[in-house]
C-alpha cells in the first residue's frame, strides 16, 4: 500500500523517533508499505517520520543506480535496505559536496556537505544485528535517512546563504503550497 508523504513544515518530521521492540506483523506491513511508497516516488530512501510514524526505521534502495555504482567500483549490497534502530557508530573521511534532494521537500535541490564513509549499527528486517560501514553513494544516502530518524533535514545542513535564498519557499511549503507527483499528506494542521 502506498503511503502519504509528509512535506516540509509537518511537525512529525521534526519528532524523536523510538526504538522499536517488537518484530510484528504490523511491523512488516509498514516496512513493506514503505519499499513500495518509495518506489512509487522513485525516492532512494523514505524514513518512518516521512509517513507520519515514529519508529526508528528507514528503508534504502539504489535500484537503477546499482549499476552504475558497480562499475564504477562500489560494493552495493541487495537492496532494498531496511534500518531498524539504527545508531551511528562513527563517520569518516573528509567531508564531500553532493546534491541532495528529499521526498518530504519537493523539487528543491542543494549540495549538502557530509563525511565520505559511515559506521552504523541497525537491526535488519529480520532483527538480526549488523554493524556495517558504507561509503560513496550508500553512505549519502544512508546519512541523510539517519538524519531523518534524528528529526533533521537536509536543509539543515546547507550554508546560511542557501538557506536564506529557500526562506520563502520553505515557509510556503509550510504554509501547505507544496504539490507533488506522488500522494502527500502534506502539512497536518
Ligand atoms: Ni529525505
Redesign the pocket.
Known amino acids: 500500500m502506498i503511503l502519504p508523504i509528509y512535506t516540509y513544515g509537518a511537525p512529525i518530521l521534526r519528532s524523536r523517533t523510538q526504538p522499536v521492540e517488537q518484530n510484528t506483523p504490523e511491523l512488516q506491513k509498514l516496512i513493506d508499505d514503505m519499499i513500495q511508497t518509495m518506489h512509487g516516488a522513485e525516492g532512494i530512501?523514505l524514513?518512518a517520520p516521512?509517513v507520519g510514524r515514529s519508529e526508528r526505521l528507514f528503508v534504502v534502495d539504489l535500484g537503477p543506480l546499482v549499476e552504475e555504482l558497480e562499475a564504477e567500483g562500489e560494493k552495493v549490497p541487495a537492496q532494498p535496505m531496511v534500518f531498524l534502530n539504527a545508531e551511528l557508530v562513527r563517520d569518516e573521511g573528509e567531508p564531500t559536496e553532493f546534491e541532495e534532494g528529499?521526498?518530504?521537500i519537493p523539487d528543491i535541490r542543494e549540495y549538502v556537505k557530509r563525511p565520505e564513509s559511515v559506521t552504523i549499527h541497525y537491526l535488519d528486517r529480520n532483527f538480526e544485528p549488523v554493524e556495517a560501514r558504507f561509503e560513496g553513494m550508500l553512505a549519502r544516502v544512508v546519512q541523510?535517512?539517519y538524519d531523518?530518524v534524528e528529526g533533521v533535514l537536509?536543509v539543515d545542513r546547507i550554508s546560511p546563504f542557501r538557506r536564506r535564498l529557500l526562506r520563502r519557499r520553505l515557509r510556503d511549503m509550510a504554509d501547505g503550497k507544496v504539490e507533488a507527483e506522488y500522494p502527500i499528506a502534506g502539512v497536518p494542521a
Open positions: 530512501g524514513a516521512q528529499c521526498l518530504s541523510h535517512e531523518h537536509f
